[in-house]
């Protein structure tokens, strides 16, 4: 059965950090591309990060570019989201979802996406 289990959120101050995890049941991340999503109350789910199946090249959202890192660990069983100064907008479930296939395009569309993972709450206070 394949499965991803995200973990890590919490409640944190603005301008902590936190790190997510992302653990594959089931498969490897291995030929994989792997995003990172959130959906706040009220709004659409939107792309947070992604890494390529080809090369690992990595994709940022332009709204959160030089406060996150992904990476995916060499086993290619677990991928990680770093957020840096976190900010009360930041508040959202964030999930992540594996994807076999390569990307010509973005790899920040949600839709483009079948396996997801259940989400994890990240709670900023201000």
């Known amino acids: 059965d394949v499965q991803l289990q995200a973990s890590g959120g919490g409640l944190v101050q603005a301008g902590g950090s936190l790190r997510l995890s992302c653990a594959a049941s089931g498969f490897t991340f291995a030929e994989f591309t792997v995003g990172w999503f959130r959906q706040a109350p009220g709004k659409e789910r939107e792309g947070v990060s992604c890494?390529?199946?080809?090369?690992?090249?990595?994709d940022y959202s332009e709204s959160l570019k030089g406060r996150v890192t992904t990476s995916i660990n060499n086993a290619e069983t677990t991928a990680y989201l770093q957020i840096d100064n976190l900010k009360p907008e930041d508040t959202a479930v964030y999930y992540c979802?594996?994807?076999?296939?390569?990307?010509?395009?973005?790899?920040?569309?949600?839709?483009?996406?079948?396996?997801w993972g259940q989400g994890t709450q990240v709670t900023v206070s201000s």
């Open positions: 979802a594996a994807e076999w296939a390569d990307f010509d395009g973005t790899c920040l569309d949600p839709a483009e996406y079948e396996v």
């Open positions: 890494i390529l199946a080809r090369g690992r090249t990595t």
